[in-house]
């Protein structure tokens, strides 16, 4: 946890250590009001994040890095980072060009979300206990994005091959470099499909995904740095649910027996509740906090198929 911050606003001197630039700031941020939700929910943490990445340092080395006084030239980097992260309002990590998901780090930039889905503490168990871990052969990530819940599926999963779903080639183009950087070339492939249609008749053990689902009106209220982000992987029409629904529809054709379905719908859990009334969601809870993520067995989607069809 990195130094409380303090209420300063004025530029550290050249002596400045690593805890008096996290707590310059944070100060800055707090006075710029910002907003903090792609990896971090508080301005220490976040300024934490820049100060570690512009001095070269390592997270997991604090406490005892908070003592340390930068370089003139890191000082000048990490002063501007603020500078960025202000004036320019988009989230640290594509300043940085790296998130943390599931205990790796992926790289990230403006052609993908930040990776932040609670779905990292589920690919962490290996899917159990909704599933047994060493029955699984094969997973599909829908909506792939940067490729982390691929990616990290595949680490979690080392019998496991994983297709690494997105409809946009520049989320592909992001997802390569992260299937090479993490060295899951031999399991990991990423696979131009919209939705289910690129995938001919494959079937899965696990069908994952962390779809757009972000309706008109909550769109409309987002924060800046959301906006950021690109449209594609956050909008998911008017109430949120054009992809979730396609999803469900077909995702029956895809699961092997005795298959799953997980998928975060966040906000739009109760427009999903209330235009699948009869479906019998069970809605995961996680230890590090998160929700609005659902889990249908193979079984459950091929039953109620009428209903997923008529909407």
Same mark, same amino acid.
């Given at each position: 946890?990195?130094? +409380? ?18 707590? !310059? %700031?944070?100060? @800055?941020?707090?006075? $710029? ?20 990445? =512009? ?28 500078? #960025? ?8 990590? !594509?300043?940085?060009? @790296? ?15 930040? *990776? ?9 168990? =290996? ?7 060493? #029955? ?7 909506? +792939? ?17 994983? /297709? ?10 992001? +997802?390569?470099?992260?299937?090479? #950087? ?11 499909? /919209? ?6 008749? $494959?079937? !899965? ?6 779809? *757009? !689902?972000? %309706? ?19 909008? =998911?029409?008017? /109430? ?10 077909? $995702? ?17 859990? /109760? ?17 590090? =906090?998160? %929700? %609005? ?19």
């Amino acid at each position: 946890m990195p130094p +409380t911050p303090t209420t300063s606003l004025n530029p550290p001197g050249a002596h400045a250590t690593v805890a008096q630039l996290i707590e !310059y %700031g944070a100060a @800055r941020f707090i006075a $710029a009001d910002l907003w903090f939700g792609h990896g971090s929910d508080n301005a220490g943490d976040e300024a934490a994040e820049l100060v570690v990445f =512009g001095a070269g340092l390592r997270h997991e080395d604090a406490p005892a890095i908070y003592g340390r006084q930068p370089s003139d030239a890191q000082r000048t980097a990490i002063l501007e980072l603020f500078e #960025r992260r202000i004036r320019e309002r988009v989230p640290a990590a !594509y300043l940085t060009k @790296r998130m943390w998901f599931a205990g790796h780090e992926f790289y990230v930039d403006e052609r993908v979300l930040v *990776p932040r889905s609670p779905l990292a503490e589920l690919i962490e168990r =290996g899917f159990e206990p909704w599933i047994d871990a060493d #029955r699984i052969r094969c997973v599909l990530d829908i909506g +792939t994005g940067s490729g982390c819940i691929a990616i990290a599926a595949a680490l979690a999963l080392p019998q496991a091959r994983v /297709d690494a779903a997105d409809l946009s080639d520049d989320a592909l183009a992001v +997802t390569a470099i992260n299937i090479e #950087r993490l060295q899951v070339a031999d399991r990991v492939r990423a696979v131009r499909s /919209d939705v289910f249609s690129g995938l001919a008749d $494959a079937r !899965y053990d696990v069908i994952v995904s962390n779809p *757009p !689902y972000v %309706g008109s009106e909550e769109l409309s209220a987002l924060p800046e740095e959301y906006r950021r982000e690109p449209r594609l992987g956050l909008f =998911g029409g008017n /109430d949120g649910l054009d992809i979730v629904k396609r999803i469900l529809r077909e $995702a029956s054709d895809h699961l092997r027996p005795g298959g799953i379905l997980v998928v975060e719908v966040g906000n739009s859990e /109760d427009a999903l509740v209330e235009a699948c009334p009869r479906v019998p969601f069970v809605w995961l809870e996680f230890e590090r =906090g998160g %929700g %609005g993520v659902f889990l249908l067995t193979a079984e459950q989607l091929a039953e109620h198929r009428g209903d997923f069809a008529a909407r």
